[in-house]
């Protein structure tokens, strides 16, 4: 089947960094998104990285892709409260318009 | 650019009735739009695919009859649950597509919907 896994779970204390962790499906995959959900909101897109890229840095967000593990991971430096949410990772499948999201992965930061 | 807007953020609506929901690209036009399903605490589910002027694309386990989705123009798509029930209620987000620079057609997420069948 097509899962995208993601640790479900994830508290960090205020200013601490934090590292989300992803195992995609499609080692053809072009592009690997990650995206922030608030309570009742939709998404908002985080960042993104290209396949031929091994990792991507984006002020306090930093991407890691290691394709040969299909392993994706952000990482937030100086993590905040606002900070606290549900990330999913995305893959878009190769050959489709498809994304298939991660499980998710809920981060709490405390104060 | 690139805003998606769903009409309504939220609607409760009895058991047997349906509920239409609305998505809209504000400032671009849409080759594409999907629909996706969110429960409680879990992922999004791709429902459909949709692309103006032909009949949508359901993904294994969707019921067209129960999801009936029409895109009549470029900028709009509708869901409608049809004879909704409580198991209905969910979180509907939709997303348009359009042609970018990374060479495919990259998705823009709408704000969702939230329904809620009594």
Known sequence: GEDVEQSLFLSVREGDSSVINCTYTDSSSTYLYWYKQEPGAGLQLLTYIFSNMDMKQDQRLTVLLNKKDKHLSLRIADTQTGDSAIYFCAEVLSGTYKYIFGTGTRLKVLA | ?118
Not at chain 2, 3 to 28: A, M
Not at chain 2, 51 to 78: P, R
């Open chain 2, 1 to 118: 650019g690139a805003v998606v807007s769903q009409h309504p953020s939220r609607v409760i609506c009895k058991s047997g009735t349906s509920v239409k929901i609305e998505c809209r690209s504000l400032d671009f036009q849409a080759t594409t739009m999907f629909w996706y399903r969110q429960f409680p605490k879990q992922s999004l589910m791709l429902m459909a695919t949709s692309n103006e002027g032909s009949k949508a694309t359901y993904e294994q386990g969707v019921e067209k009859d129960k999801f009936l989705i029409n895109h009549a123009s470029l900028t709009l798509s509708t869901l409608t649950v049809t004879s909704a029930h409580p198991e209905d209620s969910s979180f509907y987000i939709c997303s348009a597509a359009r042609p970018s620079q990374r060479g495919y057609n990259e998705q823009f997420f709408g704000p969702g919907t939230r329904l809620t069948v009594l």
